[in-house]
């Protein structure tokens, strides 16, 4: 009866089997195909998100910030970075698109460029005049009575009552008389004498500013002229007036200034950094921003010697015509320096980092590969910055997304520089994401959640602990010293001291926190143990 039960158990499970792997044969999946689907998305590692250096070969959490680790898949493994410069970095073809990356080339470019400045009409300083009274005296008459009115040369400006001037008349008519009156006289001499007086007294007048035609009327009619009229020297605008009727004046008083605008000069504000540019005889151009459509042709005059403190910049002088007086002073003016340069090695501006220590490109090197390199840079030159050293000319550089390109050179390289730290001294075999850090060498086991310090060798037994308590022990003797009894529950007894037992430590029992003092020197025995859940505070 047992073997028909045998032989029919294998029947059954020979028929089970044979059903299964039929099943699995025709339609189940086919190995091959299973595992190509698995490999789709095959895990290569786990990582720390907050330290990608760290690596694990099972999922868990981070062991220093208890973050979950992240699966690293096949299909998604950063690929190795091209071998060069610190920081070189390699990016997919997805991400290059993603994050809109753009390209320039560094090439030669004709430096030709116009230095934009803001000038100011101003006077021309060889061409202004100060009219002034070489004698005391009082004004009668103004006829230059307004600030910008316009004298010719020789055009009267107003009179003066001078009795020095008057006194200086008088000895002049009074030598025309005495040449007169000795031209009869057999004297030898005298005549000469009456002349010379004559002389010294007509160029007394001439120094005085009286013109010949006065001079004359005083010997023709015979009388001192009582006020004398100044002229203007010049032609010009009267620019300053300190001349009013009745006013006293001296040889230093300033009585008009009169300026010559037919020709002026415009200083130009020019920037520090751009003096070296600016050259005596330079073309300029100059135009008003409230006259479009009209410029002025003019040169640099001379070049001030000091820059202004205040603007940091460069008065540099042009001189140009006037004509129907357009330029006035003290007007604003644009004003554009040209010059030409030799051909320079330039990028586009938006190529270039600068960090205002430093200077860095992103050259492209092919297959997503892209190298940070330090340039020096030069002058900019409209929309390319020029480069002196750091690149070769035709060498393309990234001009878009060159920040994201920066950030992700610079985790790279703080991925590098941490190497093997792994957060630390690795264990010598790890087998998870855990990191142990070597144990002591004789480090006593633990039972429960109390902090011991391990007591000396020779430090005697102590009392057992039952519960909760919570004991301060005294100093402990040397090993001759009496043990302590232990204590068995709620009595009060006191126990008679005890032989010295072997070292011994004591039995815990969970929960309690002892904090052993070190040895102390021998001395008298010890008490006997305190009641159970009594704390004594030594």
């Known amino acids: 009866m047992k073997v ?3 032989i029919l158990s294998l029947l059954i499970a020979a028929l089970g089997f044979l059903g ?15 595992a190509g689907k698995a490999g789709e998305r095959r895990v290569l590692y786990w990582v720390d998100p907050m330290h990608p250096a760290y690596k694990s070969d099972k999922p868990g959490i981070a062991p220093d910030c208890g973050m979950q680790l992240v699966p690293v898949y096949a299909d998604e493994a950063p690929q190795q970075a091209p071998s060069g410069a610190p920081g070189t970095v390699r990016i997919s073809p997805e991400k290059l698109q993603l994050i809109g990356v753009r390209y320039g080339v560094a090439d030669h470019t004709e430096d030709t460029q116009t230095i934009r400045a803001t000038g100011k009409v101003t006077v021309d300083e060889t061409r202004i005049t100060r009219v002034h009274a070489k004698t005391d005296g009082w004004i009668e008459q103004v006829f230059a009575d307004f600030t910008g009115q316009v004298v010719r040369q020789g055009q009267p400006l107003l009179t003066v009552y001078s009795p020095e001037l008057l006194a200086t008349q008088e000895e002049y008519l009074l030598a025309l008389k005495a040449k007169d009156t000795l031209a009869a006289s057999t004297v030898p001499g005298v005549r000469a004498d009456a002349d010379a007086l004559i002389g010294a007294a007509r160029r007394r007048l001439s120094l005085w500013d009286l013109s010949n035609e006065q001079i004359e009327e005083v010997r023709r009619t015979g009388k001192p002229v009582k006020s004398v009229t100044l002229h203007s020297p010049v032609s010009g605008y009267v620019m300053t007036r300190n001349a009013f009727p009745s006013q006293r004046i001296t040889p230093d008083t300033d009585l008009y200034t009169v300026a010559d605008l037919s020709r ?33 042709r003019a040169r640099v005059s001379y070049i001030q010697p000091q820059v202004d403190a205040p603007t940091r910049t460069l008065q540099v002088r042009l ?19 040209e010059y030409a340069r030799r051909s320079t090695l330039t990028v586009p501006a938006e190529a270039v980092l600068d960090s205002g220590l430093q200077q860095m490109v992103f050259v492209d090197l092919g297959d997503g590969a892209f190298e940070p390199r330090y340039v020096e840079t030069g002058r900019r030159v409209g929309d390319r910055i020029e480069i002196l050293k750091g690149i070769e000319c035709g060498e393309r550089v990234v001009t878009s997304g060159n920040f994201l390109i920066a950030s992700e050179s610079q985790l790279k390289s703080a991925v590098a520089g941490m190497g093997a730290h792994q957060h630390g001294a690795a264990p010598a075999a790890a087998t998870g994401h855990e990191q142990h850090p070597p144990a002591p060498a004789a480090k006593p086991p633990a039972t429960g959640h109390e902090g011991h310090q391990a007591a000396p060798p020779a430090q005697p037994a102590k009392p057992a602990a039952t519960g909760h308590e919570h004991h301060q022990h005294p100093p402990a003797a040397k090993p001759a010293q009496p043990a302590k009894p232990a204590a068995t529950g709620h009595e009060h007894h006191e126990h008679a001291p005890a032989k010295p037992a072997a070292p011994a430590k004591p039995a815990t029992t969970g929960h309690e926190h002892h904090q052993h003092p070190p040895a102390a020197k021998p001395g008298p025995p ?7 859940h009594e704390h004594d505070h030594d």
């Open 319 to 337: 001189e140009l015509a006037n004509l129907g007086l357009a330029l006035k002073p003290d007007m604003y003016a644009d004003v554009r320096f």
């Open 4 to 6: 028909k039960w045998l």
């Open 20 to 34: 299964g792997y039929g099943y699995q044969r025709w339609y189940g999946q086919k190995p091959e195909a299973a």
């Open 264 to 296: 002026v000069w415009v200083l130009a504000s020019v920037f520090e950094y751009e003096a070296p540019l600016i050259r005596m005889n330079q073309p300029a151009t100059v135009s008003l921003p409230y006259q479009p459509g009209r410029a002025w």
């Open 526 to 532: 010890a008490k006997s143990a305190p009641r159970q």
